[in-house]
């Protein structure tokens, strides 16, 4: 921007004030908390991820290095003859497909039954609702292993579920933490649309179904991978309930190898962190599918206004 004089001069260049040339200091400080944020949250990732990063490098050593350097071993000393090896002992497929059943099974009665607890809780109104609640908080507070002798004894000997795929699901058919989370996501909803969907003739069942589950596809996600990590590593209840090695799930066909013929193979080291690796791939793939839930909700989009 210029001016120019009464008597014909040059123009001259008037220039920027004080003000106009400082910094934008909200930009760069925004900009700074970014990039602490990022290196922080990279550091975190490292840190959490080595161990998975060590654990896949030592299934695949031929000769075991367990010192730190072993983490970037020569790519002539890796191999697969580790899995190969415990396969051929515990059937690493077998154990997959039980460990498959077992935590399938639990999953889907979780899911049902939690959403039926938690809608009736949540959404309905009825005589020792506020009681149920406070049970359902109460056995968060029960050790599992307090009720294994009774459990025990009920299932294997009366009802004769030994060595039997439902005697396992069973004690974690209804999980009181899947019923708390379903009750809280329920009691968020909207009540409008509810009222609406009831003066149209729905009733509670096609309520549950057309309008309250979509809406609580993340607190579903939730539910299901927080309780896929208990079955899928659950071992003392299986240990106990089955003898038959072809009905063990991997948790414990891989704890009954460490405990028996692990330093019988070649490499004892790397062929416990093979089955520790078949173990643990399916549970970090679910949570990389599932993990965009946590945070996601479609509840804005189903209330206009």
């Not at 069942?205 to 899928?232: D, E, Y």
Request: hydrophobic letters at 50%; charged letters at 10%; aromatic letters at 10%.
């Amino acid at each position: 921007m210029a001016s120019t004089s009464a008597h014909g001069s040059a123009p001259t260049r008037i220039r920027p004030s004080a003000r106009s040339r400082r910094p934008h200091r909200g930009i760069e400080l925004s900009r700074g908390q970014a990039i602490l944020r990022g290196v922080v949250l990279t550091i975190g990732a490292i840190v959490f991820l080595f161990p998975f990063y060590y654990m896949l490098v030592g299934s695949l050593q031929r000769e075991p290095d367990p010192s730190v350097a072993g983490a970037f071993p020569n790519p002539a000393n890796l191999t697969i003859d580790n899995y190969v090896a415990i396969n051929g002992r515990i059937n690493l497929i077998e154990g997959l497909v039980n460990s498959g059943i077992f935590t399938g099974g639990v999953l889907l009665c979780t899911v049902v039954f939690g959403l039926l607890a938690g809608y009736a809780l949540a959404m309905l109104q009825w005589r020792g609702r506020g009681a149920t609640f406070a049970l359902a908080l109460l056995v968060q507070v029960v050790p599992f292993q307090l009720l294994i002798i009774p459990l025990y004894v009920l299932i294997a000997r009366n009802y004769g579920l030994a060595d039997n795929y439902l005697g396992m699901i069973l004690p974690f058919a209804i999980n009181s933490t899947a019923v708390i989370i379903f009750r809280q996501y329920f009691l968020q909803l909207p009540k409008e649309l509810f009222d609406a969907a009831r003066v149209d003739g729905a009733g509670e069942l096609r309520l549950l179904w057309s309008v309250a589950l979509p809406l609580v596809r993340p607190a579903l996600v939730t539910a299901v991978l927080l309780t896929f990590i208990g079955p899928w590593n659950e071992f003392l209840w299986p240990f106990l309930i089955t003898k038959d090695a072809s009905m063990q799930p991997l948790a414990v066909s891989l704890a009954n190898y460490i405990s028996n013929v692990a330093s019988s193979t070649a490499n004892p080291f790397g062929a416990i962190l093979a089955g520790a690796v078949v173990l643990a791939a399916p549970v970090v793939v679910l949570f990389i599918i599932g993990q965009r839930y946590f945070t996601a909700t479609d509840l804005g989009s189903s209330v206009k206004g």
